[in-house]
């Protein structure tokens, strides 16, 4: 089953601004990752965040995970056009070896 | 450096066919995974193998079958296509057995469509 869901589904901004979206899960989780998808690639992984951190930064990138909430923010600070792409977080349940999934967000950077 | 690499990139059958998909990566990783991802579903795991020499089944695993050939090597087989197995599948790798506080590595993906 599904666990992580991503909200908004999608997002246009214009370069240079600042681009969020979050993710929710259902049950305790060891780690959240977020991946990054361009049209007509796999899936490139970005950040891991363990359930014990509550904030992580990878280059213009920004994480948060409140696991209180059960949910996780990404930021991408002064967007590009290279950001075009669609985000997906994962969740890693605890007592489980695979990594759920979300239905992803699909973000446009206008030029 | 080609990490996860797929083939084939395209693949049209008709229902009822049968073939494999190959994966096959070259980063000395223990797991292997098979998603396949379909419009509004996000990935979905089909089979994963922890180590060599060992499979087990996803979320999806009806309609499929995988060996793990060696350690750089993971197929997914269609027995019998049908309709409902078009998608995009997805081939990843990560460093490590049985532990998912590590990312994972993915290939391009093979585009399937079954007629």
């Known amino acids: 089953s599904q666990q992580g869901e991503e909200d908004p589904q999608a997002l246009s901004i214009q370069e240079g601004e600042n681009a969020t979206m979050n993710c929710s899960y259902k049950t305790s989780i060891n780690n959240l990752q977020w991946y990054r998808q361009n049209s007509g690639r796999g899936l490139v992984h970005l950040i891991l965040i363990r359930s014990n951190e509550r904030e992580k930064h990878s280059g213009r990138l920004r994480v948060t995970l409140d696991t209180s909430k059960k949910s996780s923010s990404l930021l991408i600070t002064a967007s590009r056009a290279a950001d075009t792409a669609s985000y997906f977080c994962?969740?890693?349940?605890?007592?489980?070896?695979?990594?759920?999934f979300g239905k992803g967000n699909q973000v446009v950077v206008i030029p | 450096n080609a990490g996860v690499t797929q083939t084939p990139k395209f693949q049209v059958l008709k229902t009822g066919q049968s073939m494999t998909l190959q994966c096959a990566q070259d980063?000395?990783?223990?797991?292997m995974y098979w998603y396949r991802q379909d419009p509004g579903m996000g990935l979905r795991l089909i089979y994963y193998s922890a180590s060599e020499g060992t499979t087990d089944k996803g979320e999806v695993p009806n309609g499929y079958n995988v060996s793990r050939l060696n350690k750089r090597e993971f197929s997914l087989r269609l027995e019998s296509a049908a309709p409902s197995q078009t998608s995009v599948y997805f081939c990843a790798s990560s460093p490590f057995t049985g532990a998912s506080n590590q990312p994972q590595h993915f290939g391009d993906g093979t585009r399937l469509s079954i007629l």
């Open positions: 980063m000395n990783h223990n797991s």
């Open positions: 994962a969740t890693a349940p605890f007592g489980n070896n695979r990594l759920a």
